[in-house]
């Protein structure tokens, strides 16, 4: 069986995925990041972490047959397949505050924070996604600079699911940096058995 799921721009989606299922995270027009984050189904407490990712893996990098843990450091999802190989492990999603910080135009911008959160009906405080496609140069001497991602339309990720878990993904806001190449657009998720 194979699902589709359209996730506009500057939106975002809750998707249950089974043990075992695969999930496909396709940049559909190039240059958008995708905020990927996820609970263990029915068991919320337990969540994808980008900090235990980080510690496990002993890298601030992922690449294939990479493993992304959760808080209770154990293995939520494995990478199979990557076209890109340029994705962020170190940004919270964004949020009216970040927005406030940079740009001063906080007040009702959408945001993956909120848009994750709804979609999952939850109020995490923060959220630590797997932000695929997020170009983070990160410079000898500890400086980050966020550049235009490295995506070109149609690039994925695949992943297989190690738990039940819940999705909740949002095709990031930020239309004011090079984040996003300097616009939103909707990107796609596919789910096999
Ligand atoms: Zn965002």
Redesign the pocket.
Known sequence: MKHEFLIDACSGKSIDVKENQTITVIDLYGGQ?V?FFAEALRKPNEFLSAGVTIDCNESLRLGINSIIYTNLYRPMFQILADDVGEHDLLHP??RPEMYDFFYHNGDGHP???D?INNCLKNQRPIIHPV?FFMYTKINTDGTISVESPLSKAGDSVTLRALMDVRLGV?S???SESK??SGKCSPVKIVIED
């Open positions: 990041v905020d999603c964004c945001n993956c924070l848009n932000n949002a990031c806001s930020v984040c996003n």
